[in-house]
C-alpha cells in the first residue's frame, strides 16, 4: 500500500514552453502532497505544499507563478513549470501523506527528470 | 526551527563489513526523525523512522538507527553491507508525528566495494 507515482518519468522540452507534472497517490487519499526539488548530487528541498481544495504554499523563494501547483482532487496534484528555461532543468519528485497509525508517513514518487533545451 | 546534518557525505565500505551513517538534528520540537534511501534516477525509500517510541529503531534491509537525545544525534548503522546498499541516504527530521514539511540532510554517498 501507499504508492505514489509520477508522469512523465523523464521530459525534454524547449526553453519557454510549459511542463505539467503529475503526481497521483494510487491507493490512498491524500489530502496533503509535497512538490519537492532535487539538483545532481544535492540534496531535495521543499518547493511547496498542495493542498486540496485550496492553494498551495510555497517555501521562500519559489516563484508560485513559475510553478503552478493544482491539487484538485484526493489522488492528484500537479505541477506545471511555466515558461521552462535551462535553469529549470532538474529532478521534481513529490510525496503525499498518509495517515495510517504505525504505517502512516510521506510515501515518494519516482520522480520526474525534467530537462529544458 | 529544525534541521539535520549528516557529517559524511561520502562513506566507503567493503562488502560484509558495518556501515555507520552519522546525523546529527536541531529541532525546537519533538522531533521524528528518518533515514530514506535513493538509488540512482530512482524515488526515495523510507528505511526506518522514530516517531517518540522506541529509542532504537530497525528498519528495513537489516538497518537500524538509534535516536539519543543528549546528543541530538540519530545515527544509521548496518553490521554487514551489501552491494546493493550502495545509494544516497539521507537523514530527516519533521515535527513529532505530523508528517508534514520533511528537512532533509545534504545526504551521504555510500560505496560498496567487493
Known amino acids: 500500500g501507499a504508492v505514489v507515482s509520477q508522469h512523465p518519468s523523464w521530459v525534454i522540452c524547449k526553453s519557454g514552453t510549459s511542463v505539467k507534472i503529475e503526481c ?8 496533503t502532497m509535497f512538490w519537492y526539488r ?13 493542498n486540496e481544495g485550496s492553494k498551495a504554499t510555497y517555501e521562500q523563494g519559489v516563484e508560485k507563478d513559475k510553478f503552478l501547483i493544482n ?4 489522488t492528484l496534484s500537479t505541477l506545471t513549470v511555466t515558461s521552462a528555461h535551462p535553469e529549470d ?29 | 526551527a529544525q534541521s539535520v546534518t ?16 552519522r546525523c546529527n538534528y ?13 538509488h540512482p534516477n530512482k524515488g526515495l525509500q523510507l528505511l526506518l523512522k522514530y516517531t517518540s517510541a522506541a529509542t532504537l529503531v530497525k528498519g528495513i534491509n ?10 541530538t544525534s540519530f545515527h544509521l548503522t548496518k553490521p554487514s553491507a ?8 539521507f537523514c530527516v527530521v519533521s515535527e513529532a508525528d505530523s508528517w508534514g514539511k520533511l528537512q532533509f540532510g545534504a545526504g551521504t554517498q555510500v560505496v560498496v566495494t567487493p
Open chain 1, 38 to 50: 532535487q539538483f545532481p548530487k544535492q540534496s531535495l528541498m521543499l518547493m511547496a505544499t498542495s
Open chain 2, 6 to 21: 549528516q557529517l559524511d557525505s561520502h562513506v566507503s565500505v567493503s562488502e560484509g563489513t558495518p556501515v555507520l551513517l
Open chain 1, 71 to 74: 491539487h484538485a482532487s484526493l
Open chain 1, 24 to 31: 497521483r497517490s494510487l491507493d490512498f487519499q491524500a489530502t
Open chain 2, 26 to 38: 536541531s529541532s525546537s520540537y519533538s522531533p521524528s526523525l528518518f533515514w530514506y534511501v535513493q
Open chain 2, 62 to 71: 537489516g538497518f537500524e538507527a538509534e535516536f539519543k537525545k543528549s546528543e
Open chain 1, 89 to 117: 532543468s532538474s529532478f521534481y519528485i513529490c510525496s503525499a501523506r498518509y495517515f495510517a497509525g504505525a504505517q502512516g508517513g510521506q510515501y515518494f514518487g519516482p520522480g520526474t527528470r525534467l530537462l529544458v533545451l
Open chain 2, 82 to 89: 551489501h552491494m546493493s546498499d550502495a545509494a544516497e541516504y
